[in-house]
Structures are given as C-alpha cells and as structure tokens.
C-alpha cells in the first residue's frame, strides 16, 4: 500500500527468498506482523529469553520467518537469541479429513474433550465395578490425557488421525499393592542381573530414559518421548507375563524384580509428567 511502513529482511548471504514484513498499512491500520513483533518486545522485556519457539499451523512458517528477521533487523531481540519455528499439523478423524463435529461444523476442543469423556466412561462403567464418581474422574483423567497422547505422539508437522481407541487400554496391574498386602516391604530392594529374556529386555527398556530425554529436547520431539513410553508399557507387560513375581520362592530374585518394576514405574511417571498429562494409578 501507499505510504506503508515496511521492514526489509532481506539479507545478500541468504539463498532463500523472503518477502519484506510490513507492519502498518497506510491508513494506520496494524497487521498480524505488528502484533508478534510486539509480542517480541514484551517476552524480550519479560524474559530475556535464548531461545523462543513457535508452535504454530505449519502453514504460517513465511509468516513467522519474516517476523523472526524484521526482529533481529530491528534490534527488537538480540542477534544471539535464538527464535524457532515449529509448525504442526492437522488432527484429523478415522476418514482422514479434519474433524468435524456430528453436523458438519468445526469441532471445538471443548466438545471433542466432552465427547471424549463421555465415551471414556462408557468404556469403563462397561468393564468395571467402580463408583460413579470414580468413574467420572478415571473418565475425565483418561480422556484428557488420550487427547495430549494422541496429538504428541505424531511428529509436530504431519498431520495425523486421532483414534481414541488405540490411544486408551484398561488393563490394569496392582502388583506392587499385592507385594505390600503379603506383608512384605519395599525397602533394601536391588536389582540383580537379568533372570530371563523378558526382564533383561526392560532393563535396557528403562536404561535408555536418559538417552530418550536428551535426544527429544535437542530436536524438539516429544513424539519420541511417547514412543518411548510405548516401548517401556509393552516391555513391562512382556516381563509381568513371562514372569511369576509374586509366587517366585528366591526372595532376593523377587526383589529384584519388584526393584526393576518399581524403577519401570518411576520412568514412566516421569515420562508422563514431561509431557504434561497424567494417568490413573
């Protein structure tokens, strides 16, 4: 427009073309670019931050390239903070299209939460003998966290389908509550070398958490973190079914396997917290 007021981004050294940002039309009328880059201004104010990152629709990946440039052309953030652009993608149903709610219209969170609630409850009113209230508040917690499961588990950009059904599972083990119910303790417990095929495989299952960890946050993937949860969730139940721990008659072998269980535990619960959710106990 006539009389806008424009920042050039671009640079001789860079190879890929990029339009300049304009961040107020000629009739004094600001833009998307206007707001982000003054929300540059108050997280730089707020925060002094090293690295910013943008978690944002894929397609907007011009979009912010041009306000990451226009900001450091500007002063705005210093030349060494590091901004970063992670777009993602579309959640889509079990037909492969965007979701959509039962007449047609876009799915609000708010409804996909309820709808996935309501179904959660049904599943589990359907196999078990709980209280009501139980149920709701299992319902409630499993449900949200089958929503956050299913949308960290695909890599950030691609689009995906969320099928709650392979995202929720209720079988259960109280193991552990069993092991304290025949009077027995959990401390001076310690993990010996691997009995069995089964338990040696969760050992190196568990071994890799710190791997896992370092390697999600260098690339900014947490799908790899809830992977890795896959893994150590089927590694357990391999080991639990492969293995009498309760009846083993060697006490310090039992140990070591209600060690290794509790170990397995703590990883997963760790793992689940990163990534923001919880799960039942």
Known sequence: ??????????????????????IQKSDGASLYGTTDLATLVQREA?????????VVDKRQELHFLQVFRASKKTGI????????????????????????????GVMRLENLIAEI???MYKKIAENRTVAE????????????SAIKY???????????????????????????????????SFEGLAI???????????????????????TAYEELAPHK??????????????????????SEENEARQKSYIALLILAKKVLEACIDVLGFEAPE
């Open 133 to 144: 209230d139980e149920a709701k508040e299992t319902a409630k917690i499993v449900g949200m």
């Open 46 to 54: 707020d925060y002094h931050p090293d690295k910013i990152i943008y």
């Open 117 to 119: 609630e309501e179904e």
């Open 150 to 184: 299913g949308d960290l588990s695909n890599q950030a950009s691609k689009d995906y389908v969320f099928d709650v059904d392979r995202f929720t599972s209720f079988e259960g083990k109280s193991i552990l509550n069993k092991y304290q119910a025949q009077g027995k």
């Open 1 to 22: 427009d006539e009389g806008a007021l424009v920042i050039d981004v671009q640079e001789e050294t860079d190879t890929k073309e990029v339009p300049p940002c304009m």
């Open 192 to 214: 010996e070398s691997a009995h069995n095929e089964s338990e040696k495989a969760l050992m190196l299952e568990v071994a890799k958490y710190n791997e896992v960890m370092e």
């Open 77 to 104: 953030v210093p030349e060494e903070t590091h901004l970063r652009f992670l777009g993602f993608g579309t959640m889509n149903g079990k037909d492969g299209k965007p979701f959509k709610t039962r007449e047609g």
């Open 225 to 246: 973190v809830c992977a890795y949860i896959y893994d150590v969730a089927n590694a357990f139940n391999r080991f639990y079914h492969e293995t009498k721990i309760l």
